[in-house]
């Protein structure tokens, strides 16, 4: 398997618009300098290093959660401001509608947060 940077377009209401475009602005560094000097360091193999993080991520709900949360809660505060800047009904459903999805797919990682997607 061959890690790729994430170059995608999608369309604004696409439910996981939010999610597409931070892979694709993350996946744009390439991870493995920092793996190939941890494993110098600490003598564990790349791919076992590869592995550990990504069960790490996918596995720890909570633990991801909270290695993301600056980026996430940055995001959510710049919908807010926005909205709040453009002082209209339509801004803030708008805002919404994106810190909604955001929630969902926060959640969609740990179903022991409690939030379930309503569906409406």
Do not use: C
Request: glycine share 6%.
């Amino acid at each position: 398997m061959e890690l790729v940077p994430y170059r995608d377009t999608w369309h604004d209401d696409d439910p996981h618009a939010n999610f597409k475009a931070e892979v694709a602005a993350v996946s744009v560094m390439d991870p493995l300098p920092t793996l190939e000097n941890l494993s110098r360091a600490t003598g564990v193999p790349v791919p076992s290093l590869v592995r550990y993080v990504l069960v790490k991520y996918a596995a720890s709900g909570a633990e991801a959660l909270l290695a993301m949360t600056p980026i996430v809660l940055r995001q959510m505060a710049e919908h807010v401001e926005r909205a709040e800047a453009a002082g209209t009904d339509e801004a803030r459903l708008a805002a919404y509608q994106a810190l909604r999805q955001m929630i969902a797919w926060l959640a969609s990682g740990d179903q022991g947060l409690g939030y379930q997607e309503s569906g409406d």
